[in-house]
């Protein structure tokens, strides 16, 4: 199966700054995309940023434009989420996914146990 294990969490003041990674292993023929998801309490998931592996195509969600750069190493199968002028509304458990080919007849969507980020001052 696939593994995703994300890093870069914690405690930030307002305007500060936080990069979260995120790096998949295991049984991997392919990974089309990448992205980053939050979730606050008592509110849905919601997607952050998205990448491509192929042509490294970008989208954002429109609240983090600006602020908030995602990036790639697709020889690592890693993702990077460069988080700049937080803000209080951008606290939240952030999630890692993967849509990966896992063989040649199996592709599946994959998550990350999550990583919390606060922003508080």
């Known amino acids: 199966q696939v593994q995703l294990v994300e890093s870069g969490g914690g405690l930030v003041q307002p305007g500060g700054s936080l990069r979260l990674s995120c790096a998949a292993s295991?049984?991997?023929?392919?990974?089309?995309?990448m992205g980053w998801y939050r979730q606050a309490p008592g509110k849905q998931r919601e997607l952050v940023a998205r990448?491509?592996?192929?042509?490294?195509?970008?989208n954002y969600a429109d609240s983090v434009k600006g602020r908030f750069t995602i990036s790639g190493d697709n020889a690592k199968n890693t993702i990077f989420l460069q988080m700049n002028s937080l803000k209080p509304g951008d606290t939240a458990v952030y999630y890692c996914n993967a849509d990966v080919r896992t063989t040649a007849r199996s592709r599946g969507d994959y998550w990350g146990q999550g990583t919390q980020v606060t922003v508080s001052s």
């Open positions: 295991g049984i991997i023929f392919s990974i089309y995309s």
């Open positions: 990448i491509t592996t192929s042509g490294g195509t970008t």
